[in-house]
């Protein structure tokens, strides 16, 4: 009934749901890289919106997000996250602001995951 009176409103809700059932999967398969620095590699490019192509929005640089929270998304503790973190910004891929991280380069943190 919804659908045949609205079908712009059935299709993005449908949209929606396959696009949030994509990213849920994209995490779980993140949060199943063993090496920390990878993991937090793929975690900094999925909350920046550039780790998977159908993720389709705006690239989100830098990063409202706190080293605690951070940690919680990558499923790290928060000494490996500030570690792994120090190391990233020495090799000039992020760099920390106040309650952010700006990833400056991306590329070297998508051949982090590739390697």
């Known amino acids: 009934m919804i659908a045949t009176k609205f079908p712009e409103i059935y299709l993005s809700i449908a ?17 199943m890289l063993r090496d920390p620095k990878k ?22 640089n830098p990063i409202p997000v706190m080293i605690v929270e951070l940690s919680e998304a990558a ?17 000039g891929a992020v760099k920390k602001g106040y309650k952010s991280v700006h990833v400056t380069r991306p590329d070297y943190l998508r051949s982090l995951l590739e390697g």
Request: charged letters at 25%.
């Open 75 to 91: 499923n790290l503790s928060r000494s490996v996250t500030a570690k792994k973190m120090s190391e990233l910004s020495k090799e």
């Open 15 to 31: 949209k929606l749901a396959a696009t949030n059932e994509a990213l849920a999967a994209a995490a779980l398969d993140d949060l």
């Open 39 to 60: 993991r937090l590699a793929a975690t900094l490019l999925r909350l920046t919106g550039l780790r998977w192509d159908f993720q389709g929005n705006p690239v989100l």
